[in-house]
């Protein structure tokens, strides 16, 4: 769960989960996010990915959609644990097929090509 407070509309302004795509080589306290929502695009791209289950377990009929178009770089301290019932946490996970099209969704959004070392 990430923590968007202080952040300006239209950018993210509320607590909402995140796939977390990246720590920053050189600062061990950010790290590269793609909040989720369970709002379905109004028009459908190609940075829009539709997870194939909602990691969140007490939701697993809600559909959930990575916003790869906002992805953004955040500080640890705006990150949380997901809260199941009055004392569990967990961090939940997505599956390596939802990361990789996340990923692409996040290179289609930037405009970026497939770069290789």
Same mark, same amino acid.
């Given at each position: #769960?990430?923590?968007?407070? =202080?952040?300006?509309?239209?950018? #993210? *302004? ?8 990246? !720590? $920053?080589?050189? $600062?061990? !306290?950010?790290?590269?996010? *793609?909040? +989720? ?5 109004? *028009? ?7 997870l194939?289950? $909602? ?8 559909s959930?959609?990575?916003?790869? &178009? #906002?992805?953004?770089?955040? /500080?640890?301290?705006?990150?949380? !644990?997901?809260?199941? =019932? ?7 996970? *997505?599956?390596? /097929? &939802?990361?990789?099209?996340? !990923?692409? =969704?996040?290179? /289609?959004?930037?405009? +970026? ?5």
């Open positions: #769960m990430c923590d968007f407070d =202080g952040f300006k509309e239209p950018e #993210m *302004v509320k607590i909402r989960p995140v796939v977390v795509l990246a !720590r $920053n080589k050189r $600062n061990s !306290r950010l790290v590269t996010v *793609v909040p +989720l929502s369970t709002t379905a695009p109004a *028009v459908l791209e190609d940075h829009h990915h539709e194939s289950t $909602n990691p969140l377990p007490d939701k697993p009929h809600v959930c959609w990575a916003k790869c &178009d #906002m992805v953004i770089t955040v /500080s640890l301290h705006r990150l949380d !644990r997901y809260k199941i =019932g009055r004392r569990d946490y967990i961090v939940p996970q *997505v599956s390596e /097929s &939802d990361f990789i099209a996340i !990923r692409l =969704g996040v290179i /289609s959004a930037l405009s +970026l090509s497939a770069v290789t070392k």
